[in-house]
C-alpha cells in the first residue's frame, strides 16, 4: 500500500467549498479559550463540510496567527461568524428551526451513540469552555444535551477532540 500525495486527494478548491451542499450542521463555540482549540474546529468543519461556525464570547476569530496554525486555511473555506452572546444565539437559531444540541455532561442527558438525528432537521451543536464547559444557562435553553459516554478516569475530552467525536458521529448519521 502506499500513501497518497496531497495532489493526489481529491480535494475541491474553497471557492467550491463555498458552493457544494454542506451537511445541516452549526457548531457554536461557547467561550472557548484557546485559539489552537479554535483552529482545529474549523479544521474538521471543513473536512466534514459543516455549515458555518458562530464564535461566542471571548472565542478569538480570524486572522489570527495561533488559529491559522491549526486551521491550515480553514478559516477561508467554513462560514463563520462573532456572535458576542451564546444565549441569545441559541434563541436565534431556535425561532429559525434548528434544533439545539448542548454537548455536556449533565441529568438526563442523551448518549451520543443513541442519539440520531432525524432527516430534514438542521442541528447546532454547542460545544463549552476548556474549563466550564457549556454555560448553564445555554444548557437550560438547547433542546436537548447530548453526552459522549466515557469509561475512564478522566473528567472529559479536549474540546476539539470532543468536537470531532459529534461532528463525525453526526456526519455519518446524516448521510446514510
Same mark, same amino acid.
Given at each position: 500500500?502506499r500513501?497518497?500525495?496531497?495532489?493526489?486527494?481529491g480535494?475541491?478548491?474553497?471557492?467550491?467549498f463555498?458552493? #457544494?451542499?454542506?451537511?445541516p450542521l452549526?457548531? #457554536?463555540?461557547?467561550?472557548?479559550r484557546?485559539?489552537?482549540?479554535i483552529?482545529? *474546529? +474549523?479544521?474538521?468543519?471543513?473536512? +466534514?463540510l459543516?455549515? $458555518?461556525?458562530y464564535?461566542? !464570547?471571548?472565542?478569538?476569530?480570524?486572522?489570527n496567527k495561533?488559529?491559522? $496554525?491549526?486551521?491550515? %486555511?480553514?478559516?477561508?473555506?467554513?462560514?463563520?461568524?462573532? /456572535?458576542?452572546?451564546?444565549?441569545?444565539?441559541?434563541? $436565534?437559531? &431556535?425561532?429559525?428551526? #434548528? &434544533?439545539?444540541?448542548a454537548?455536556?455532561q449533565?441529568?438526563?442527558?442523551?448518549?451520543?451513540?443513541? +442519539?440520531?438525528?432525524? &432527516?430534514?432537521?438542521?442541528y447546532?451543536?454547542?460545544?463549552?469552555?476548556? *474549563? $466550564? %464547559?457549556?454555560?448553564?444557562? /445555554?444548557?437550560t435553553?438547547?433542546?436537548l /444535551? @447530548?453526552?459522549?459516554?466515557?469509561?475512564?478516569? &478522566?473528567?472529559?475530552?479536549?474540546i476539539? *477532540?470532543?468536537? !470531532? #467525536? *459529534?461532528?463525525?458521529?453526526? +456526519?455519518?448519521?446524516? @448521510?446514510?
Amino acid at each position: 500500500m502506499r500513501k497518497l500525495k496531497n495532489n493526489e486527494l481529491g480535494r475541491i478548491s474553497v471557492d467550491e467549498f463555498k458552493t #457544494v451542499k454542506k451537511t445541516p450542521l452549526i457548531v #457554536v463555540l461557547d467561550n472557548i479559550r484557546s485559539l489552537n482549540n479554535i483552529g482545529s *474546529v +474549523f479544521r474538521t468543519s471543513d473536512a +466534514f463540510l459543516i455549515e $458555518k461556525i458562530y464564535l461566542c !464570547g471571548i472565542c478569538a476569530t480570524p486572522p489570527n496567527k495561533d488559529i491559522h $496554525k491549526t486551521a491550515l %486555511g480553514a478559516t477561508e473555506s467554513v462560514a463563520w461568524e462573532y /456572535v458576542e452572546d451564546t444565549l441569545e444565539l441559541v434563541e $436565534k437559531l &431556535k425561532a429559525e428551526n #434548528v &434544533k439545539v444540541l448542548a454537548i455536556e455532561q449533565a441529568e438526563n442527558s442523551t448518549k451520543l451513540d443513541v +442519539f440520531y438525528p432525524k &432527516k430534514g432537521e438542521k442541528y447546532a451543536i454547542v460545544m463549552g469552555n476548556e *474549563v $466550564k %464547559g457549556v454555560q448553564q444557562k /445555554v444548557v437550560t435553553a438547547s433542546d436537548l /444535551v @447530548i453526552e459522549i459516554p466515557q469509561l475512564g478516569t &478522566k473528567h472529559s475530552l479536549n474540546i476539539s *477532540v470532543t468536537t !470531532g #467525536v *459529534v461532528i463525525w458521529d453526526l +456526519f455519518t448519521k446524516i @448521510i446514510r
